[in-house]
């Protein structure tokens, strides 16, 4: 989830915040409490777990994914573990054993105007895209023509100060789905100011790194520092993601 921490000021350079909620699943040991099942924030961790699945499709046990120290899992690794200053364990929950080119499916929100409507879609592609190859190839479908493993869904308002969700379930046996990434198209400040599409690039870069996994940075900047101050993905972003995904999916890191 993003929000924002203070009014937009449009002839500023991207001085919104990117603020987060609670968190429960996907970095419900990094950050605080969550959000219910089926509308789960992966930005945010609101991910409930789902019981482990055996291979006919019954509940079942899935082996046990390895426990590893900080000093060993993180050694070099960006961010990954920066959550551990404020808790004892780390749960790495990411997509699992998936091959080949992820497609998002990204909309125009045709009940805005329509020049206003085309420079939010293009600035959300933008935004998804600035993960091409990190892990995986990524194809933006903005005409509806393919099957996407998942969806940009508009709307005007999220509620209080909340710009951008992503949001995703995940099982141990699974691994992570993403349901949805949720942008707005105006201020949450000025319901009448269609959202800058520097803004909206930022925030769909932000919540698709927390599609892919990814928690908060603790360095102003990365794109997924919690209070933006960055302009674009960093190596830093790009390393944790690397580690991230030479990690076995369910692996707990513990201080």
Same mark, same amino acid.
């Given at each position: 989830?993003?929000?924002?921490?203070?009014?937009?000021?449009?002839?500023?350079?991207?001085?919104?915040?990117?603020?987060?909620?609670?968190?429960? !699943? =996907?970095?419900?040991?990094?950050?605080?409490?969550?959000?219910?099942? @089926?509308?789960?924030?992966? *930005? &945010?961790? %609101? +991910?409930?777990?789902?019981? !482990? =699945?055996?291979?006919?499709?019954?509940?079942?046990?899935?082996?046990? @994914?390895?426990?590893?120290? *900080? &000093?060993? %899992? +993180?050694?070099?690794?960006?961010? =990954?573990?920066?959550?551990?200053?404020?808790?004892?364990?780390?749960?790495?929950?990411?997509?699992?054993?998936?091959?080949?080119?992820?497609?998002?499916?990204?909309?125009?929100?045709?009940?805005?105007?329509?020049?206003?409507?085309?420079?939010?879609?293009?600035?959300?592609?933008?935004?998804?895209?600035?993960?091409?190859?990190?892990?995986?190839?990524?194809?933006?479908?903005?005409?509806?023509?393919?099957?996407?493993?998942?969806?940009?869904?508009?709307?005007?308002?999220?509620?209080?100060?909340?710009?951008?969700?992503?949001?995703?379930?995940?099982?141990?046996?699974?691994?992570?789905?993403?349901?949805?990434?949720?942008?707005?198209?105006?201020?949450?400040?000025?319901?009448?100011?269609?959202?800058?599409?520097?803004?909206?690039?930022?925030?769909?870069?932000?919540?698709?790194?927390?599609?892919?996994?990814?928690?908060?940075?603790?360095?102003?900047?990365?794109?997924?520092?919690?209070?933006?101050?960055?302009?674009?993905?960093?190596?830093?972003?790009?390393?944790?993601?690397?580690?991230?995904?030479?990690?076995?999916?369910?692996?707990?890191?513990?201080?």
């Amino acid at each position: 989830m993003v929000t924002f921490g203070a009014r937009f000021n449009p002839l500023s350079t991207l001085a919104a915040l990117l603020v987060v909620g609670g968190v429960l !699943g =996907l970095l419900r040991d990094r950050m605080p409490s969550g959000q219910p099942l @089926a509308r789960c924030d992966p *930005a &945010d961790g %609101a +991910c409930e777990s789902e019981p !482990g =699945l055996s291979s006919e499709g019954a509940t079942g046990t899935v082996a046990a @994914a390895p426990t590893l120290r *900080a &000093d060993e %899992a +993180c050694r070099d690794g960006g961010y =990954l573990c920066a959550a551990l200053d404020q808790t004892d364990r780390v749960q790495i929950r990411r997509w699992k054993n998936f091959t080949g080119t992820l497609v998002v499916h990204v909309p125009r929100p045709d009940f805005e105007d329509p020049g206003d409507a085309v420079k939010l879609q293009n600035a959300a592609a933008l935004g998804l895209r600035a993960w091409n190859n990190h892990p995986f190839p990524i194809l933006i479908d903005m005409r509806g023509n393919r099957n996407p493993h998942f969806s940009v869904h508009w709307t005007r308002s999220l509620g209080g100060t909340q710009i951008g969700a992503a949001r995703s379930r995940w099982s141990p046996a699974t691994g992570m789905t993403v349901l949805s990434i949720e942008l707005t198209t105006r201020s949450p400040f000025d319901p009448s100011q269609v959202s800058d599409p520097r803004q909206v690039r930022l925030t769909a870069a932000h919540e698709m790194g927390h599609a892919l996994g990814l928690p908060h940075s603790d360095s102003r900047r990365d794109v997924m520092y919690p209070s933006n101050t960055a302009t674009a993905v960093s190596a830093q972003d790009r390393r944790t993601m690397e580690l991230l995904y030479q990690l076995q999916d369910g692996t707990e890191i513990v201080r």
